[in-house]
């Protein structure tokens, strides 16, 4: 028996089809076997009629079990959650920050990020089952929306450097494009590293736009054939958002909410594995908005001390540090990147979308008062000299009104007090920073740059955005500036107790809804980091963790039904202007709720319910498909 039917009868219990025992006759994705019979029958009958396609055809071991607690930190004894009766099968919402928040490349975490660690994962599978080796032909399959916006989102290069064994947080994000033209010229792939395989990407990469796995919308298949076609192995998996990847052992009851990354299980301890057991796996679980406050209170914790404490359980001080450290530090990067990039450049993709970061940072650069330089005419856009202000005695029109004026020759009845208006000078820290750090940020995710997914890539620039404009106005280091940038040994508690807070904002929509646009629509990306943003706002303002919860409910409560509709399937319109909005939106809802007292009649809780009951309505067209909305009115120039 072959190893493809041993792992089939072993994961499904079911033999291999009748049917299938004779070679069958070539068909189109096999091609290149032209040689020889083919040995396997194709990909969709295989998985059609061999297993069921709601069972995983997982060939090797899979992704998510038996793994060792690495015990790098001793548990200690968990306090379960008050009043709600916890038991062992409690599901929680805890996910460790460092899962939540990664580092990655652009431009996009669902068919970016999770695809190419997808593949790496596989690759993994395969080394520790000891058939890496004998790998020749490899065949990925791509459904729903992986396959319908996968390639405006760079799915295909990112499964290309996962199947060179790359991982999105180490890859040099500048080399990609290069690789990958050299990979489909040679049509020679380099399988983890270790030896070449004959790898056409246009024709070993099979795009499914009209079909979906029933378990996600962003499925994929690998097959990896040995050089007589026979299959070595194969196995599912199903890019969730954010960069996390599962397949149907990784699932749990409740849904997608087993969240953790690793290529090498091994190195996850079942504490932050396994999402079921409440009372052994947090130090101090939640599993809503209601519970961490709850906890909170019994605690007398902040939210931050909370997360802290719980990712005490699983890391060392020294390493939280380090790795708060390190994302805050890609996404300072990140920001930097693209405020002093080259505006004269266009976004790869075809839709020709000029850098805008540069332009705008450059401005602000001059001055909040910039003087005369910041006056625009109504000729140029660019600055120049503040025209002299027509005399007082030329017109009854106040003088302050007269500057903001021009002559007109439209004189009847009277109508001088609808005169047509030069353009104002109008700078304002919060909009004009905080739009140009978030425009930044996606700037260079849109690029295929290093950034953080926070919690998503397309909404990757939401979280820098507000936290660098805390940094810079707000906190009591605000200013402390060196040539490098912040000193990080004064701004860190603050960049602990941002993330630690938005983590665990992001904890409540992981466990609640969900992350992925490919389910939810914009609301699932956008409006979940507006919702962290705005309550870790709060947070690092001083805000109760009422006034907090308060503030990432007002977020999202004006996100919902945000679909998803990027055009051309790229993450730059409206992607990028929506980063904007979304952190400009953080800070207003933060200030509302600052401004309250932490009573309020929508409970974070309430709106988490109400986002993933409206994700779920969504049609699919609005759900990262680029069938719908502005993806089908705006032309592609
Ligand atoms: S529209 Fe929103 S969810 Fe969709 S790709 Fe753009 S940022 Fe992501």
Known sequence: MSLLRRAIVRCNARPWPQSHRAPVPLLSTHRHL???PVKIPPVDEVFAEAV???????GLKPFGHDAVNTGAVKPGPAKPVSGTGAKDSDHHAVVSTFDLFSIG???????????MRAAKIFLEDLKSAGVLQRVRIMKVHLYGSLALTGEGHGTPNAILMGLEGEAPESVDAPSIPQRCRTIAETSSLNLAGTHAIDFHPSRDLI?????????????MRFLAMDGSADLVACNEYFSIGGGFVVNEKTRVAHGENVYYMAYDTTEVGESRKSQDVAVTTAALPFRNGTQLLEVCKREDMSIAQVVWENERRWRSVADIRARTRAIWEVMDKSIENGCLGDDKTVLPGGLKVPRR????????????????????????????PAPSPTPASASNVPVRQQRSMVPSQYQKDGVELLKKRRRKRMVSPALDFLSAYAIAVNEENAAGGRVVT??????????????????EFFSDEAGLHHPGGQDYAAIESDVSEFLFTASAIGMLYKRGASISAAEMGCQGEVGVACSMAAGAFAAVMGGTIEQIENAAEIAMEH?????????????????????ALGAVKAVTAAQLALNGDGRHHVSLDNVIETMRQTGHDMMSKYKETSQGGLAVNVPMC
Do not use: M, W
């Open 559 to 579: 996100n919902l039904g945000l679909t998803c509709d990027p055009v051309g399937g790229l993450v730059q319109i409206p992607c990028i202007e929506r980063n």
């Open 52 to 58: 069921p396609t709601t069972a995983v055809p997982a």
């Open 357 to 384: 970061a540069p332009g705008l940072y450059r401005k602000l650069q001059r001055g909040f008062y910039g003087g005369p330089r910041l006056v625009k005419t109504a000729s140029s856009q660019e600055s120049s």
């Open 34 to 36: 032209s040689s020889g």
């Open 105 to 115: 490349v652009g431009p996009s975490s669902s068919h970016t990020v999770g695809p």
């Open 454 to 471: 926070a919690p998503t890539n397309g909404a990757a620039g939401v979280i820098p955005a507000v936290l660098k404009y805390y940094l």
């Open 207 to 219: 795009f499914h736009p009209d079909q979906s796995l029933p378990q996600h919308p962003n499925g």
